[in-house]
């Protein structure tokens, strides 16, 4: 089962398309990104330290307002839930950005060039809140979330 090369057969579809020789560009390219350097697709990588950051934001917020309100672990989790859709979607809205997206280095951007606003962050905070649509990238590294709301993660 192996070519005269050597290789499985395995490694063209598992490997994807690259693996089978389909050149698809880099990140971003579609959607006029550089490649490189500012305004280029933020990695994976960035993105998830970031959503990590933001969710420890949540998390001592909600630890301290547990600590101090006397709530029961159910009722800090749901609000640790609702301090990091807070934040996610308003932040977004007026900056364009978290504070996790602050401390990578990245920040999300409409793709017609227009400010994100409420409503659309707000739809990209509810599907990022449902974690599903937000693990489903397409190869410009967006997520479900960016696609629904129009946006992009690009480096700062």
Do not use: C
């Not at 990695?43 to 420890?56: C, P, Q």
């Not at 998390?59 to 934040?87: E, H, M, V, Y």
Request: without cysteine; positive net charge.
């Amino acid at each position: 089962m192996s070519s005269a090369k050597g290789t499985r057969w395995t490694q063209t579809w598992l490997g994807g398309a690259r693996a089978a020789g389909a050149d698809l560009g880099y990140p971003g390219e579609r959607l006029g990104f550089p490649e490189k350097g500012s305004g280029s697709a933020a990695s994976y990588g960035r993105r998830i330290l970031a959503i990590l950051l933001d969710l420890l934001v949540a998390a001592l917020i909600g630890a301290f307002l547990a600590k101090t309100l006397d709530w029961s672990p159910g009722t800090r989790s749901l609000a640790n839930t609702g301090i990091f859709a807070l934040q996610a979607w308003l932040l977004t809205a007026t900056l364009g950005m978290t504070i996790g997206k602050r401390l990578t280095g990245i920040r999300v951007v409409r793709l017609d060039g227009r400010p994100v606003g409420p409503v659309w962050s707000l739809a990209r905070t509810f599907l990022l809140v449902l974690i599903i649509p937000a693990m489903i990238w397409d190869r410009d590294y967006r997520g479900l979330h960016d696609r629904a709301a129009n946006t992009a993660v690009i480096n700062t």
